[in-house]
């Protein structure tokens, strides 16, 4: 079976003027349909570019990436959001809500921006329902704890059922009851789904659920196996 992510010898380097930084240097996976995979390292070590990456958000400078079938690392931007828009749902530390759209309206956003029919309304209050939030469909973020926020991000990354979730630090910001509660809706929610979860997390705890453990250092990968 062709994997949903496959990264090929993958490199991102970035001049400063009087040097290069190499951030990652030859990463090669292959992350298999349904897999929740926990990205782990120090800082510094190549997470979160490696995500980037991944999701399309930068350019390797050199290497390969194949999502759900699709070479996406020559694609000019149009292309690349099309494919952000249909394959892929983010969660960030930081929820990264739109605070003049309500609940409802934030969750709806992606099937709007990708003109993707899948149910629309229906689907949003099936999945803040699902989330706890049945009843707050007409709060604004500026109305709904961190942690309800976070269950509208989670809401929102599912809307247009993405082959594959991409989640960056997504308790970083909450205590550990929220927390605890957003990796149970998370994996709750991949699973139904059966979506493919790639995670960035420093939470040894929270990678202790992940089918798989990628572990960064200097931009290499150092292990790779169960947590």
Do not use: C, W
Not at 23 to 47: E, Y
Not at 100 to 118: K, M, Q
Not at 154 to 182: C, H, K, Y
């Amino acid at each position: 079976m062709q994997p949903v992510i496959r990264v090929t010898d993958l490199t991102k380097s970035i001049d400063t003027g009087t040097h290069r930084v190499d951030i990652l240097k030859g990463i090669t996976m292959d992350v298999p349909a349904g897999q929740f995979v926990a990205i782990m390292g120090a800082s510094g070590s190549g997470k979160s570019t490696l995500l980037g990456l991944l999701a399309g958000l930068d350019a390797p400078t050199t290497g390969r990436i194949v999502l759900d079938g699709e070479d996406i690392t020559d694609l000019a931007e149009d292309d690349l959001a099309r494919v952000r828009g249909r394959k892929i749902g983010f969660v960030f530390q930081s929820y990264q809500l739109i605070p003049t759209l309500t609940a409802e309206e934030n969750v709806l956003l992606p099937a709007e921006l990708s003109n993707v029919a899948n149910g629309g309304i229906t689907r949003s209050r099936e999945l803040l329902t699902r989330v706890g939030l049945g009843d707050r469909l007409d709060h604004y973020p500026v109305q709904l704890s961190g942690g309800e926020q976070q269950r509208v991000a989670l809401a929102r990354a599912f809307m247009v059922q993405p082959p594959i979730l991409m989640a960056d630090e997504p308790t970083g910001n909450l205590d550990s009851e929220n927390g605890r509660q957003i990796l149970d809706l998370l994996i709750g929610l991949n699973h139904e789904q059966k979506t493919t979860l790639v995670l960035v997390t420093h939470d040894r705890e929270l990678a202790a659920h992940a089918d798989r453990v990628i572990m960064l250092k200097d931009g290499k990968i150092i292990s790779d196996g169960k947590p």
